[in-house]
């Protein structure tokens, strides 16, 4: 929803992303999605819901406990990312120099894993209930897939969530700024929040090669690369 919200946006803004960028994004959301949802699934299956300690009669604390622990546990998954131990599985997200709504899902599946892994671990350590799991995990992709619309606004709210100013920052060559998936926190406590007046005009990878929008390429990228 949000994406075809996206795609109108940018239109209205008259920074449509082109038709092949379009189809890509959908292609890589379901994907995700459904990595997504055969870890969380094989997850339970295999262990159950543990009994944790959350404040279950407060629902919206034990939302706002696992969206933080969550974010953290994301934000140094992040930063893992762009070491040069983590850089090939993540360079994939990164390699565009367009920016756009399309982009948020684009990624290696592996990388892809790892964040689903990272964002849930904390929740199932404690024994977070899956409604929290459903609120928050729709907040964060909400968030997310907003925070890469090709348009400058909502700048004022980048102190407590992502906005499309903020991470298109991210998507500068070389940035090590702004690793948050919904919230700014983390970047602000550990120093990594970055944004200046201007929009980031430079987008990609410093290294960027030719046919680098070929999908079997940039599969076996990191296998090819090697890892560290
Ligand atoms: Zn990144
Ligand atoms: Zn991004």
Known sequence: MLMVFGIAVEWAWNRPSSLRDCLA?????????????????????TTGIPEGAWPRSLFLVECLSLLVLSEVSWYWLHRWGHTRQGWPWHRWHHVPDRYGVWLTPIGHPVFVVMAVVSRVIPGLALGASPEAYAVVGIFQMGIS????????????????????????????????????????????????????????????????????????????DPFRRGVG
């Open 145 to 220: 897939t907003v925070g890469h619309y090709n348009v400058d606004a909502g700048r004022w709210l980048s102190r407590i969530v992502v906005t499309p100013a903020l991470h298109r920052w991210h998507h500068a060559p070389g940035a090590r700024v702004n690793y948050g998936l919904s919230l700014t926190l983390w970047d602000q406590v550990f120093r990594t929040y970055y944004l200046p007046r201007r929009e980031a005009a430079r987008l990609g990878v410093k290294d960027q090669g030719p046919g680098e929008y070929e999908i079997s390429d940039q599969l076996l």
């Open 25 to 45: 994004g959908f292609l890589f959301y379901f994907g995700a999605e459904l990595v997504g949802a055969i870890c969380v699934l094989t997850w339970w299956y």
